[in-house]
């Protein structure tokens, strides 16, 4: 998952990876017009389409960007690998996290 992932995206940043789908050579954006590089500029219905359903799937990962932020670091990681009482305090930390945040 790429970090951009992970945080909330604006409206903007929907709008041109929908864009992105219908216009794979490119595409501009100038306020509320789009321009496509040599491809067939979508209709505004297919484009609100595409960010309806790029925001459903986004929200329906709101539990892995709030885990993100509450899981152990990489470097806590790797000190659990040599201690176990740090490796269960680890797992409880992931457990209650998950536990927090379930998959929907």
Do not use: W
């Amino acid at each position: 998952m790429a970090i951009y992932a992970l945080r909330e995206k604006t409206d903007f940043e929907f709008k041109l990876e929908a864009l992105s789908t219908f216009c794979p050579n490119g595409c501009s954006v100038e306020e509320d017009e789009y321009y496509c590089v040599s491809d067939p500029k979508p209709s505004q219905e297919d484009l609100d389409a595409k960010i309806a359903e790029l925001k459903a799937e986004h929200d329906a990962q709101e539990y892995a960007r709030k885990r993100q932020y509450e899981y152990p670091s990489v470097q806590e990681l790797v000190v659990a690998l040599y201690d176990t009482d740090d490796k269960a305090d680890i797992e409880a930390k992931r457990a209650a996290v998950k536990l927090k945040y379930p998959k929907p």
